[in-house]
């Protein structure tokens, strides 16, 4: 099973920020990667689809990159409503596995 | 508007059963692939079952190969998951998730969560 390991589990940062966060396959998944927003007591929310495809209605300021085994979601500046937890998954699977999720704290 | 409405979370023993439901409208129920995640608490998301727009296929996260059911019907616009032989592990909030509508996008639609709690 192809497995997702996402890094930093936690960032500190403040608004204004530029801040990426690291999305690790086992395996090639080529570009079948999506990421999502939770905010605490919500369902996620999809932001970006195959790996660098930005949902309609989310800020610009939100972009995803990479192929194969390793890819980045950036915020460019961060905003007050950013501060929330982020979950990549790989999308192309019976079980789509999701990484173990970044915590973007305020600092 | 897309909406999905779970229900039927609970307190139950652990050997106990629960029956989960999601109450979808907005959009043509029985043309996509449904799915439950769930989220223990404090912690991420763990991917639990699909099911196909027609009822297959069906797919289970090891951990709940034989002791879930998932189902669907199309006529009434509902999903449903059986969960039997339930251990505290499993308690978490559970989500019934819509695929994308260009079904390789990962899931685009989320309902608002139902909590279990398997404890004595």
């Known amino acids: 099973d192809i497995q997702m390991t996402q890094s930093p589990s936690t960032l500190s940062a403040s608004v204004g920020d530029r801040v990426t966060i690291t999305c690790r396959a086992s395996?090639?998944?080529?570009?079948?990667l999506a990421w999502y927003q939770q905010r605490p007591g919500k369902a996620p929310k999809l932001l970006i689809s195959?790996?660098?495809s930005l949902e309609s209605g989310v800020p610009s300021r939100f972009s995803g990159s990479g192929s194969g085994t390793e890819f980045t979601l950036t915020i460019s500046s961060l905003q007050p409503d950013d501060f929330a937890t982020y979950f990549c998954?790989?999308?192309?699977?019976?079980?789509?596995?999701f990484g173990q999720g970044t915590k973007l704290e305020i600092k | 508007e897309v909406h999905l409405v779970e229900s039927g979370g609970g307190l139950v023993q652990p050997g106990g059963s629960l029956r989960l439901s999601c109450a979808a409208s907005?959009?043509?129920?029985?043309?996509?692939?449904m799915n439950w995640v769930r989220q223990a608490p404090g912690k991420g998301l763990e991917w639990v079952s699909s099911i196909g727009s027609g009822g297959t296929p069906i797919h289970y996260a090891a951990s709940v190969q034989g002791r879930f059911t998932i189902s669907r019907d199309n006529a009434k616009n509902s999903l449903y998951l059986q969960m039997n032989s339930l251990r505290a592990e499993d308690t978490a909030v559970y989500y019934c998730?819509?695929?994308?509508?260009?079904?390789?996008?990962?899931?685009?639609?989320w309902g608002q969560g139902t909590l279990v709690t398997v404890s004595s």
């Open positions: 395996q090639s998944i080529s570009t079948w």
């Open positions: 907005g959009f043509t129920f029985g043309n996509y692939e």
């Open positions: 195959k790996a660098s």
């Open positions: 998730a819509r695929i994308h509508a260009d079904y390789v996008s990962g899931f685009q639609y």
């Open positions: 998954q790989y999308f192309n699977s019976y079980a789509p596995p």
